[in-house]
């Protein structure tokens, strides 16, 4: 069974920096692309950025140089770090993890943690 457990959000000025994280667990699981999504209120989930297990990441244009994805594979941990945030960042952010169990490969998501940035 894999679990994801993110942490980080809470609510930052326009301007201001967030950190979340997203933990993934499960026994005799290896982790492949790891990504975040994030769905504002209203509207559909969109894909934000994501980073493959060898380090190569991709941005959507909305928040490329603001936005830094990082991971640990050690810890089977991908980082968020989101700077000069905006108030159209507000958002539930979610992480996407794709792990392979044996000769399965699946796509899980986070439960998902709110970041909201005041005006």
């Known amino acids: 069974q894999v679990q994801l457990v993110e942490s980080g959000g809470g609510l930052v000025q326009a301007g201001g920096s967030l950190r979340l994280s997203c933990a993934a667990s499960g026994s005799m699981a290896r982790f492949g692309t790891m990504a975040w999504y994030r769905q504002a209120p209203g509207k559909e989930r969109e894909w934000v950025t994501n980073?493959?297990?060898?380090?190569?990441?991709n941005y959507a244009d909305s928040v490329k140089g603001r936005f830094t994805i990082s991971r640990d594979n050690t810890k089977n941990t991908v980082y968020l770090e989101m700077n000069s945030l905006k108030p159209e960042d507000t958002a539930v952010y979610y992480c996407?993890?794709?792990?392979?169990?044996?000769?399965?490969?699946?796509?899980?998501w986070g439960q998902g943690t709110q970041v909201t940035v005041s005006s």
């Open positions: 996407n993890v794709a792990a392979k169990v044996g000769d399965v490969i699946k796509n899980y």
């Open positions: 980073i493959m297990r060898d380090g190569r990441t």
